[in-house]
């Protein structure tokens, strides 16, 4: 990873499509936590905001406050989408931290400003 944030988040990244929100389901069409193709590489994550890893922490260790999405952001759908790469056992902790802070990036990103 470089040291410099990218000005834009994109919507789609390095094979994961953040808009639309994604939904993860099991077998049974439920609802499950995410599989690890979900998540960035452990070794390749991009630079993401301090702001936002740090939401995404906090998310995680204390279910910190979820920021205000974009109104092209299904707000329902997101918190699942959040739950689901933050309660799986699959990937890396700093996968999903950088995962999650990057999907907050985007969605709190007005659509004209993504990349």
């Known amino acids: 990873m470089s040291n410099v944030v990218a000005d834009k988040p ?10 639309p929100v994604p939904v993860f389901t099991n077998k049974n069409g439920g609802l499950s936590g995410a599989p690890s193709n979900a998540y960035f590489d452990r070794y390749k994550r991009p630079n993401v905001p301090e702001q936002f890893e740090r939401m995404a922490s906090d998310f995680f260790f204390s279910g ?3 920021p205000q999405f974009e109104p092209d952001v299904d707000r329902k759908l997101a918190v699942s989408a959040l739950n689901a ?13 950088s995962t999650v802070g990057y999907a907050l990036w985007v969605w709190s990103t007005p659509k004209e400003q993504r990349a």
């Open 64 to 66: 910190g406050d979820i």
């Open 85 to 97: 790469w933050l309660s799986s056992w699959a990937p890396p902790h700093e996968s999903k931290i």
């Open 10 to 19: 994109k919507e789609k990244i390095d094979g994961l499509t953040f808009i």
